[in-house]
């Protein structure tokens, strides 16, 4: 078995609600500004937030709405402070000018994205105008939360870029022993770029704006076209520096490999564990980042399988990565599907051991592969 995944903890574990440790992360790793509205499941981080940074000199501010929560954060993000935001699905569809226009302006700031199910993949990995791009983490428990929340601002500071964790409610609300202490993933270019007024009035005034990094003149006007390509530079030096993150096991003589990622890849992972143990030759990939996404872990993983099976928590959204990373190579089906509680929060009654097995051992024999007695 193989992750890529980043390090281990070796602090005290203590047992914390995933929201309360995922704040804990944030402030440990330097944040002192946080801003968000209420929204399930978001709102728990809203809270602990709260109550975690005005003894440390931060701030937290409870918006009118995520309209005012992201340009709060902005504010705060342009100024160097390491800063965060976030939401539900529905409250980072109002962010998502903001989040743009923040990749056009070159601003750091984490985004913690608590959805309600796995329906908002198309909306984290592609939302936003122009050529606007961010990586994205998608965590499948409280402690791997807590991980890479911490690094999401180490990679928005490294590439000047939003970066967004993509949590679930069931991280939110699940308690788990987990060690908060901060990492140290290597050093950071300095914050030449922060607005902190020792610039103000020497005639070379810093800007940070997405329609350019200088200040318009008199006779001079904006080259919108010299700054997005300077952009777009910076954007493709991200992507090409940045290695995509993926776990993958059992895949050397893999059969079948089944493609999850977060809370249910967690699921998928155990199930392809105990089918492994059965004697079913099944492997699985769980992309950790979203966006980019592990294309060549992917391929190198199904070199043996005659098909793969992607399990989401939605319609199917990750299954279209999956099909662009393989290029027809190999049968791609879909063995998810959309499934929550009534109150739409994500809490889903297919989310279980048995159904999530069963789909697998019914996608090996649609993919004729004979799994034998016992099955």
């Not at 501010?61 to 995520?66: I, R, V, Y």
């Not at 976030?86 to 056009?104: D, F, I, K, N, V």
């Not at 096991?249 to 990622?261: H, I, Q, R, Y």
């Amino acid at each position: 078995m193989t992750e890529t995944a980043v390090g281990t903890a070796t602090g005290t574990p203590r047992l914390m609600e995933g929201s309360e440790a995922i704040a804990e992360a944030m402030v440990v790793a330097g944040c002192r500004f946080f801003a968000g509205y209420p929204m399930t499941p978001f709102t728990e981080i809203l809270e602990s937030m709260a109550e975690k940074l005005p003894p440390l000199g931060g701030v937290c501010m409870n918006a009118e709405s995520e309209l005012e929560a992201i340009g709060m954060a902005w504010g705060a993000a342009a100024t160097g402070t390491r800063t965060a935001t976030g939401s539900t699905g529905q409250g980072l569809a109002l962010m998502q000018e903001s989040l743009a226009e923040l990749t056009l302006a070159r601003i750091p700031m984490l985004v913690i994205n608590m959805a309600r199910s796995q329906a908002d993949y198309f909306q984290a990995t592609r939302g936003g105008h122009g050529d606007s791009r961010r990586i994205v983490l998608a965590p499948m428990d409280v402690s791997e939360a807590v991980e890479l929340t911490q690094l999401g601002f180490h990679l928005a500071d490294l590439y000047r870029n939003p970066v967004m964790v993509y949590g679930d409610y069931y991280i939110a609300h699940t308690y788990e022993s987990v060690v908060v202490e901060r990492r140290d993933f290597g050093p950071l270019p300095a914050k030449d770029w922060a607005l902190d007024g020792s610039s103000g009035g020497t005639g070379a005034a810093k800007l940070l704006s997405p329609l350019g990094d200088y200040k318009q003149r008199d006779d001079v006007g904006y080259d919108l076209a010299d700054y997005y390509a300077r952009v777009e530079v910076e954007l493709t030096a991200m992507e090409t520096d940045f290695a995509p993150m993926a776990e993958t096991g059992f895949v050397e003589d893999a059969e079948v490999v089944v493609v999850a990622f977060g809370t249910p890849g967690k699921f998928v992972r155990y199930c392809v564990t105990e089918l492994r143990a059965e004697g079913a030759k099944v492997g699985f990939v769980r992309p950790i980042s979203l966006y980019p996404f592990p294309t060549e872990v992917l391929r190198e993983a199904v070199r043996t399988a005659r098909a793969v099976a992607v399990y989401e928590n939605s319609a199917g959204q990750m299954i279209d990565d999956v099909r662009l990373a393989l290029l027809g190579t190999v049968p791609v089906e879909f063995i998810g599907g959309l499934t929550m509680d009534s109150s739409a929060f994500g809490v889903g009654p297919d989310l279980q051991v048995p159904i999530i097995k069963q789909r697998i051992v019914d996608a090996c024999r649609s993919a004729g592969y004979e799994l034998g007695e016992g099955f």
